[in-house]
């Protein structure tokens, strides 16, 4: 049985994590104490959803939480210091500290060890989130036990909406463009003005066309989403913020 520990404080653990070429201790004291701390915790890195959802997610939003008091997201796995570090450069997650639980002590005190061996992954965390403030548990959200890796209430979007459920996630804008393009170096230009971060995505001249066309039904660029929302191009931008063509 999974345990809520809500009210209590976190287990009082040294992890050991290899900066550069150096080892150092880390206390949890150094990382909770007099400080705010959103902490998720999941099965392994470079594991599929936890690659593709959970921390990308987290990595996201974290800017967001820091607004609203957050001092530090904390990402912990039951995975050696190495995997951890290569796991963040690979996922550029420059807002998150990755944290090796390699001994596995801070599930174990959280009572969040469960047996994966069936999959050849020995004792790994089980996926929760929670909110710390000065060491104690504020709240967590677990994961309901059933089969498989269930993922519905440790996500950042539902961390965010119980620090504020006013809060505003950033805008998600992917920009689709051609290297040298005059256009879309405005569009992106454009798009910063107003307050926007967009993702840039070059697209080669073998294959822009079919792409283009089959995402945004047009084969020019640049070809801007926001949220989900296909905007268009230059001049469709430009309409959006009201700007003479």
Known sequence: ????????????????????????????????????????????????????THLPRYNELAPTMAKLG?????????????V?????????ADNI??????????????????DKTSLGFGQRSWRYSMLVKDGVIEKMFIEPEKDGDPFEVS?????????DPHAKAPD???????VGCPFCIEAKALLAEHGYAP????LENKVRGRVIGAIAGQG???????????????????ERFKIAA
């Open 84 to 92: 951890m570090n290569e796991w963040a450069r690979d996922q550029d």
């Open 199 to 202: 993702i840039d995505i070059p």
């Open 155 to 163: 996500d950042a979007d539902t961390m965010l909406n119980y620090l």
């Open 70 to 82: 957050v001092d530090s997201v904390i990402c912990l796995s039951v995975n050696d210091t190495f």
């Open 220 to 238: 020019t660029v640049p070809q801007i989403f926001i949220n989900g929302q296909h905007i268009g191009g230059l001049d469709a931008l430009k």
């Open 172 to 178: 998600q804008v992917v920009v689709f463009s051609k």
């Open 97 to 114: 500290i990755l944290l090796p639980d390699g001994n596995a002590e801070f599930t174990k005190g959280m009572g969040m060890l469960v």
């Open 1 to 52: 049985m999974l345990q809520n520990r809500q009210g209590q404080r976190v287990p009082n653990v040294t992890l050991p994590v290899r900066v550069g070429n150096e080892w150092k201790q880390v206390t949890t004291d150094t990382l909770f104490k007099d400080k705010t701390v959103v902490v998720f915790s999941l099965p392994g890195a470079f594991t599929p959803t936890c690659s593709s």
